[in-house]
């Protein structure tokens, strides 16, 4: 051999292919994880009613109480962001108490 020559590489016929199938699965996971997300971020979620705090189905509250619940539930969320919510249900259509409470 001469000097200041090297030797040539050789190179697998495969070694091309394999980088783009790897860039091209890379490409793939991205979109495949990150896309969704940018579609949720995207969502706006709509404002909830008014009377989002008070729903009494049953009947049982007055007009005082519910108004009483929904200025301290509104005011609550405001100041903290948390959230409570009344229900009163006519029935629990036999189902426990569990599986219709949160």
Partial sequence: MMAG???????????????LQLAVAGLLMFAILWLP???LAAYKVP???????VLDQAGV???DTEKMILST?????????????????????GYPIEDVSL
């Fill in 61 to 63: 509250m007055n007009p």
């Fill in 37 to 39: 997300l940018a579609v």
């Fill in 5 to 19: 020559l090297s030797r040539p590489r050789r190179v697998c016929r495969h070694q091309g292919r394999t980088h």
């Fill in 73 to 93: 539930s509104q005011e609550l969320a405001r100041r903290t962001k948390a959230q409570v919510a009344v229900v009163t249900l006519k029935s629990l259509d």
């Fill in 47 to 53: 404002n909830p009613p008014p009377d989002l705090y």
